[in-house]
């Protein structure tokens, strides 16, 4: 299993903030184009996104199905991957001081992707979750800044104006 840890500089519910709202799904996993609600609400149990996946000049329509979920602290997804097969994704926060712990967990569960599954598919997954929780903090923190400051964001050559 490809387990990998952060810190993300941002409290815990502001992480959960930027978890449950499926249309920033995109904005910080890895390699997803922009997604949208399927069926149901995210993220309840049974809710899923649809978005699609970009792998050079091949797109791939996939789903993410929320299997469970423990609001504030844990998403357990199933990746619906069509011909690459399905995976489990489990990320779970915790309270680190006044930071926020995200442990991502992944395996494949069926098709290509667990009968090809090796320690080599395990460290390609692992820089895969560096670049994807490096992604989520950012948005998380910059969520965190802005509802700190809502003025300190302003728009480009705004500087100064008070405006964002």
């Known amino acids: 299993m490809a387990v990998r840890h952060h810190v993300i500089k941002a409290d815990p519910a502001v992480v959960w903030d930027v978890l449950a709202d499926g249309h920033r799904y995109a904005e910080w996993v890895v390699g997803t184009g922009e997604s949208r609600p399927r069926r149901g609400r995210w993220p309840q149990k049974g809710a899923s996104l649809a978005y699609e996946i970009r792998l050079g000049p091949i797109r791939l329509g996939n789903e993410t199905v ?10 357990e997804l199933e990746i619906l991957a069509g011909p690459l097969g399905t995976a489990r994704f489990s990320i779970e926060l915790r309270e680190w001081g006044e930071d926020c712990l995200v442990i991502a967990d992944e395996h494949p569960l069926r098709g290509a992707g667990a009968i090809v599954h090796n320690v080599g598919v395990e460290a390609l997954i692992q820089l895969r979750h560096r670049s994807m ?32």
């Open 66 to 75: 929320v299997r469970y979920c423990r609001e504030g602290s844990l998403l």
């Open 133 to 164: 929780l490096a992604r989520l903090a950012r948005c998380c923190e910059e969520t965190a800044d802005r509802r700190r400051d809502p003025f300190a964001w302003e728009a480009p050559g705004a500087e100064g104006t008070g405006r964002a």
